[in-house]
Nanobody
Framework: QVQLVESGGGLAQAGGSLRLSCAASGRTFSNYAMGWFRQAPGKERDFVARVSRGGGTTYYADSVRGRFTASRDNAKNTVYLQMNSLRTEDTAVYYC????????????????WGQGTQVTVSS
């Protein structure tokens, strides 16, 4: 029902910035809250950020709060993750996901997932 495609990943220097985009198919994008998750090698897939259906409410993991900003443009069926002040520990595959659930942090709450985009931060 919903197809998600991430883009914008790549290489960045520590202290630099990247902007990830997640494009959604379909006509019901605004029905879903959108989450960002990431998975580093050898680690679990962890919550990064969430933006509400209308874009007015955001949640962030402690590790990224103050550095990352999640937003969305429902007219474009796109959600964004602006990543500033990048650190080497931000290196991971980043995934966007869609949900109608009010549960924020668990991967189990999200119904649709993109394929992920690699973010690598070098020192």
């Amino acid at each position: 029902q919903v197809q998600l495609v991430e883009s914008g990943g790549g290489l960045a220097q520590a202290g630099g910035s990247l902007r990830l985009s997640c494009a959604a198919s379909g006509r019901t994008f605004s029905n879903y809250a959108m989450g960002w998750f990431r998975q580093a090698p050898g680690k679990e897939r962890d919550f990064v950020a969430r933006v509400s259906r209308g874009g007015g409410t955001t949640y962030y993991a402690d590790s990224v709060r103050g550095r990352f900003t999640a937003s969305r443009d429902n007219a474009k069926n796109t959600v964004y993750l602006q990543m500033n002040s990048l650190r080497t520990e931000d290196t991971a595959v980043y995934y966007c996901a869609a949900t109608t659930s009010s549960r924020i942090y668990t991967t189990q709450a999200y119904d649709y997932w993109g394929q992920g985009t690699q973010v690598t931060v070098s020192s």
